[in-house]
């Protein structure tokens, strides 16, 4: 077992343990199939299997209902912030956007090129420290869009927004998918890039009402059609097998792990130890407001630029991994998705002590 | 080590052992970095070097000119059919495509949903069994589309087809990217997936000239111009980084085997073993004209369904795996690409000749 460093990247972020070593036993052969996993066919037995068993473990693990379609994409979800306006958004309506941060101000840049989006909220005027809790719609939008959690300024909903009859929701759930029971009757459309809380980077995990993907726009490429896909199970094109495979370890994971609950109970007492801290220390201070703050990515600052170097390098030496915060912040950033374990939080305020305790 | 199979899938396909093990290894710490290599920030200081590799490596194995950009996106070849029209296939334009199978009827059909295609050629009168030597150009079509290799039908291109002046040559490469030396001067835009020649499915190689970049369309959704992938080193979103790794690892793996030179002798003597055998055969015979065929999928059949059927059983029998033909084709396909050993081929000839010498 190779050293392994804490490692609070943002994403692409930490993996289970187990996963990986799973991973590492079938890359030269998947099972005892006498083919590494990267190098099965999309369409024969061995992968098929795969496939189906991550649809499943998705399905079963959030309780997604029949009418929903689970799809494994690719680009990302900034390929979602133009998917959802082509498929979605005619030119005599608009959509409306929750802006959040960096990620929501790009899904709505996106919109914008392909017709006609208005912001419903904002909390750029306190550099994004907060949600929004007043909304101010358009007339009968066709669809609300948000960020479910913000990787940048660390904040997170608490709660769903309430959104105009007729509309549907859609959510960029990436930063903090199944890191929580999630009740998927509530959206339209959740789109999630695998790096943060289920697997690599390169695959992207969406779930899809069926009447949704039925009013798609069919004057679009096929790639660019959620139809196309649900219709092929993700076969159309050649899917990115390897990081379908991974999900479906970290999926099964969560499962053994309690679940969705249980990864709340988890996530939420990770957090807490951090959060409690800094609510009581002199020297750091988390930037988020407290009802909003992320339990996936915590930021904090000393308030001092070259304390915050300081502290940042301190902990590279301690060996810690991508605590550096985003320049849109500065400071400080923990990311503590579901695969990042308690021992590395503890291991952090011990030395985040340490280091209020030597620079009062 | 695992007992592997023969495996000629014709994609996902056979990687290099060296390449899976050198993975494998890496997969909970890359390096001593204490940090997996699919955990890795692609902003971060290892998969900065990780990239940067990959890029040398690709730039200097096929001799790429500096006014040449070399782009990991994802997607596969399919997003690629949209991308180009989109990109440069203005509305009072049109684009010449060569309809060498399945993957050039894709690539035409999706161009002709964003604009005006024109078939310059193709060999559907023959159920694809050849490569078209003579065309009929458009007049001034703005670029012209082909198809290196057909997966399916078994056929390649010897040489590179004429195309009009003020015109630049687009290539869907996916199936024999770095099987030979390739002149990347006489293309404007080559693309591949990666999962034929490359790595696994989930990345596709984007080589593209400067001045193309920089005249495709700005209208476009920020993420489906070249321009901003270009502009950002591949970097704009999260790119798919457990599979440029594994590219980056295949590069090397080709360079140390020779590099395309060597790849091309190896893959004319892989061939050439299977193909001797195919045109002495009184029961398989091969379905790709002998001028064209392919040194990658080696097509046959016996001309008997049945006897298809048990030779497919027997090939799976005996520790043989995806020789399955296309159904488009039918009968029996040998993928064997770069990373498909020799030894595989002569176990196959040998388990044909038996066949044929049970059924005469």
Redesign the interface.
């Known amino acids: 077992?190779?050293?392994?460093?804490f490692?609070f990247?943002?994403?692409?972020?930490?993996?289970p343990?187990a996963v990986?070593?799973e991973?590492?036993e079938n890359?030269?052969?998947l099972g005892?199939?006498?083919?590494?996993i990267?190098?099965?066919?999309?369409r024969?037995k061995a992968f098929t299997e795969v496939y189906e068993e991550t649809v499943s473990a998705c399905r079963e693990l959030a309780n997604i209902p029949e009418n929903y379609k689970i799809l494994f994409l690719?680009?990302?979800?900034?390929?979602q912030?133009?998917f959802a306006p082509?498929n979605f958004l005619p030119d005599e309506r608009t959509a409306d956007y929750h802006v959040t941060g960096t990620w929501s101000q790009k899904a709505i840049?996106?919109a914008k090129?392909?017709g006609n989006a208005h912001t419903a909220s904002s909390s750029e005027d306190k550099n994004f420290n907060y949600i929004p809790k007043s909304y101010d719609y358009s007339d009968n939008p066709v669809y609300v869009h948000m960020t479910s959690n913000n990787t940048i300024f660390g904040t997170q909903y608490q709660s769903l927004p309430e959104i105009p009859e007729n509309s549907f929701l859609i959510s960029d759930n990436s930063s903090d998918i199944f890191s929580k029971p999630i009740d998927v009757t509530k959206y339209g459309l959740i789109y999630a890039?695998a790096?943060k809380n289920l697997?690599?980077?390169?695959?992207t995990l969406v779930i899809i009402r069926d009447d949704l993907i039925q009013k798609g726009s069919k004057?679009?490429?096929?790639?660019?059609q959620y139809r196309t896909h649900a219709d092929k199970g993700s076969m159309?094109?050649?899917?990115?097998?390897?990081?379908i495979y991974?999900m479906g370890l970290v999926l099964k994971w969560i499962h053994s792990e309690g679940g969705l609950s249980a990864m709340d109970k988890k996530n939420k007492q990770k957090a807490g130890i951090l959060y409690n801290y800094l609510e009581q220390s002199k020297l750091f201070n988390a930037t988020a407001e407290k009802e909003d703050a992320s339990l996936m990515n915590v930021t904090f600052v000393t308030g001092n630029e070259e304390l915050d170097k300081k502290f940042i390098q301190c902990t590279e030496a301690n060996?810690f991994?991508?605590i550096k915060g985003h320049r849109s912040v500065g400071g400080m950033r923990a990311s503590i998705y579901n695969a990042f374990p308690e021992a590395g939080i503890e291991a952090l305020v011990k030395l985040m002590k340490q280091f209020e305790s030597d620079h009062q």
């Open positions: 077992m190779p050293h392994r460093l490692n990247s943002a994403g692409p972020a930490v993996l343990e990986l070593e991973a590492r890359l030269l052969s005892d199939s006498g083919v590494g990267m190098e099965h066919s999309h024969g690719q680009g990302g979800a900034s390929s912030f133009y082509m840049k996106e090129i392909l890039g790096q697997g690599p980077s390169g695959v004057k679009l490429p096929s790639m660019l159309f094109n050649t899917p990115p097998t390897f990081g991974i060996g991994s991508g």
